[in-house]
Structures are given as structure tokens and as C-alpha cells.
């Protein structure tokens, strides 16, 4: 190898080590970090803003259930489980994207369930009231110290989600009771879930619902508070 080539290959090998380090430096920087987010905004309905941090509590709810169900799929690599991808026509998804959905949809329909609850004076009483105290204590209990940290959850935010939870069930129920169904022909409990066609047919358009769709893209359930390294 002649000086020439010499300076032309050492050239080479300089210019790649540039780039490779520029790529590098490009991933560390656009690397998600969920902590960095949690009092940002992911999903709005009507005028209620919904944090991070609180959708956490629904994130840690949904992952406990169905990392239950990773365990019994593979007890040694529960992440087989999340990773699993069913076929279902235009409904093919991946286990993970199946409980983010599940998450985010029944935030938003305790957020209106909630709300419409509130405006139409049904309110908890002292043993239902109680009974969410009870359940946020448990909740928070059956939390590690990592969990929390990754959630940024505390007892107090807990507390409320978990009243709201109840009032949007207390609401719930009051529907089923209420209104006619006739025309459908599943149960009222179904009907009114979050993917149920009454929900979705009839009160869910009837609430704007906006979604900050660059932090919830970055989030993939089933690394969050379980299975993260």
C-alpha cells in the first residue's frame, strides 16, 4: 500500500468512525424515557387532562393481569407471551398492543362515566367509598419500590383513580338499569364497556377525546412494570 492509499483508507476508516459515533450518539438522544414523561399529558377528555403518571395506575393494573397470564404461557420467559401476535382479521395484534388498547380505552371511559356520574348527583356513599379506600390500599401495597418509581404512583393518586373506578361502575350500573337496549342482543354489561357497541355507538361520540399520540406510540406494555431490566 502506497502513501496515497494509505491517507485514502485512513481517511476512510476516520469518516466511518464519525458516522458510527454520530449514529450512536442519535439513538442514546432519541431513546424514550418514561420517567421524563410522567406529568405530561397522554390522553384528554372533554376538558380533562390525564397525566402520565396517572395513566400509570391503569398501566400497572392492566400489566399485572396479563403478566399473570405470560406466567402460566411460559413461566421461564414471560415475554413469549406479550410478544404473541393473534389473527384476527383487521383486528391482528400483538398481545402488548392488545393491553395498551385496553388500557387507554377503559381510562377514557372511566373518565366519562365518572364525570357524568358527578353531574347527574350520583355520588359514592361512605361503604363504596370504603371499599376503593380499601382497594387503593391494596393496589399500592402489591407495588415494589421499582414499580413506583417507574410509574411515579403514589397512595394519594391511587386513592382517586381507584374512587373514580368505582364511580364509573356505580354509573355504569345505573345505565344498565336505565336505559333501553332493545336492538341489541348482548348483555347491558357488555354494551357499556369500552368496546362495547352501546359505549361506542351512542355515548362515546358525544365526548371530544384526544390522545397525545407521541408519548403513547413510544410506550409498549409488558416492560413497564413488569419484566423491565
Known sequence: MNKHEKKIFTYIIVVSCILI????????????????HLDETVITVDDTEITLREFGCYIYEVEAFVQKQALLYDPENPK????????????????????????????ILEEIYSK??????????????????????????SMNSEQIRRTG?????????????????????????????????????KLLGWDGAYFLGEILPEHKVEMNDKVLDKITLGKITVNYE
Open 153 to 189: 404512583l403514589d397512595e394519594t393518586i391511587i386513592i382517586e383513580m381507584r374512587k373514580k373506578h368505582a364511580l364509573a361502575l356505580k354509573y355504569s350500573d345505573h345505565l344498565a338499569n336505565s336505559l333501553s337496549f332493545t336492538g341489541y342482543s348482548e348483555e347491558p354489561e
Open 21 to 36: 459515533a454520530m449514529a450512536l450518539l442519535g439513538t442514546i438522544l432519541s431513546r424514550f424515557n418514561y420517567q421524563d
Open 116 to 141: 357524568k356520574a358527578a353531574s347527574e348527583g350520583i355520588t359514592l356513599d361512605i361503604a363504596e367509598e370504603k371499599q376503593a379506600l380499601e382497594e387503593a390500599k391494596v393496589l399500592y401495597n
Open 80 to 107: 413469549h407471551w406479550w410478544n404473541t401476535h393473534f389473527s384476527a382479521g383487521m383486528d391482528s395484534q400483538f398481545v402488548c398492543d392488545l393491553a395498551k388498547k385496553a388500557a387507554i380505552n377503559t381510562c
